[in-house]
């Protein structure tokens, strides 16, 4: 893993973070990625607006898209590669993250 980035995002996802920055308060920097307990695998990926950067927090620039990177979840990410896919029934973004274990059926919770 030595040379594996610490997260890595699509041009699919790209464009549609900076749609969605685009349409957002102006004051809006990028999105934020966490990680949170939830679901009946036991972790959840978050999503939320970003103004600025909160402590110890890294920011990861890449394709004209700024993504915040919640300290907590940093060990959890690691080397993921975040994508966007639009289907008949559902659209967004999709984490491909080598550090899962397993996910629950549904697709809302992951393992590692």
């Known amino acids: 893993m ?3 980035a610490m997260i890595s995002i699509t041009d699919a ?3 549609r973070v900076r749609e969605l920055v685009a349409g957002g308060d102006g004051e809006i920097e ?12 036991g972790l959840s990926y978050k999503l939320e ?18 993504i915040f990177i919640d300290p907590t979840a940093v060990l ?3 080397g993921t590669e975040i994508d966007y896919a639009e289907g008949k029934l559902e659209s967004g973004f999709v984490f491909n993250n080598p550090n899962e274990k397993g996910r629950c059926g549904c697709g809302e919770s992951f393992t590692v």
């Open 76 to 78: 959890f990410l690691f």
């Open 2 to 4: 030595a040379n594996m």
């Open 49 to 66: 607006y970003a103004k600025e950067p909160q402590p110890m927090e890294d920011v990861f620039e890449d394709k004209g898209v700024k």
């Open 13 to 15: 996802a790209a464009a």
């Open 30 to 41: 990028g999105m934020r990625i966490g990680v949170t307990q939830k679901g009946c695998s």
